[in-house]
């Protein structure tokens, strides 16, 4: 899944998601505080637009140019808000400690020896900060030729890793509205805050 692969599936349609915040970030987040918040794996920026629009500053990254245009386009009036940025987290860590909330809906994030780049987004917290992580839940999804679920992280997984300087708010699967034409019924959702 790189930048190629995400390019083609930006190109091959018109508009890939429905335009509307996941549900999730609109549960978990609408008590938080305004500050600053990475949104990784932005695509057309719905839950970018959100963020901002409740007062947040956004640095919103994607690894395709034209998800990333798609969502600037279309959010012309909160420019001052939003910063939109063309990143692969494997390979450009964000920022350390700067981030109220790190916002991580649906992004493939890929197992790796020695967790560097989940390490990454959980350095890019602030202390007092948010990290909310949601998937598709595992038994949801289906292993075929090119893809096996179990190489991506799971809120399961990252749970163990956070360590005693995090306090974990959330960590479950739990039903979701259903889109029509999608066989993805639950998701599974880590919701911890920094301490120190």
């Not at 909160?78 to 809906?105: C, G, K, M």
């Not at 649906?106 to 948010?130: E, I, K, M, S, W």
């Not at 292993?143 to 399961?156: E, K, L, V």
Request: aromatic share 6%.
């Amino acid at each position: 899944m790189d930048a190629q692969h995400w390019e083609d599936v930006y190109r091959s349609r018109e508009k890939v998601s429905s335009g509307n915040p996941n549900p999730v970030l609109v549960s978990e987040a609408a008590d938080l505080p305004p500050g600053q918040a990475l949104d990784v794996g932005c695509g057309e920026g719905a839950d970018t637009l959100w963020l901002a629009r409740r007062g947040w500053q956004v640095t919103a990254i994607d690894i395709s140019a034209t998800a990333l245009h798609r969502a600037a386009t279309s959010a012309t009036d909160l420019t001052e808000r939003i910063a939109w940025a063309q990143a692969d987290v494997n390979t450009t860590p964000p920022p350390a400690a700067a981030f109220d909330l790190v916002s991580v809906h649906y992004f493939p994030l890929h197992r790796q020896p020695g967790h560097p780049t989940l390490h990454h987004l959980l350095d890019a917290v602030a202390p007092g900060g948010t990290l909310l992580f949601t998937t598709h839940a595992r038994a949801d999804l289906t292993p075929t030729d090119d893809f096996d679920p179990d190489d991506y992280y799971q809120p399961g997984d990252i749970a163990p890793l956070l360590g005693p300087t995090w306090n974990v708010l959330i960590n479950e699967t739990r039903p979701r509205p259903t889109p029509p034409g999608t066989h993805h019924t639950h998701d599974s959702i880590l919701r911890a805050v920094r301490l120190s």
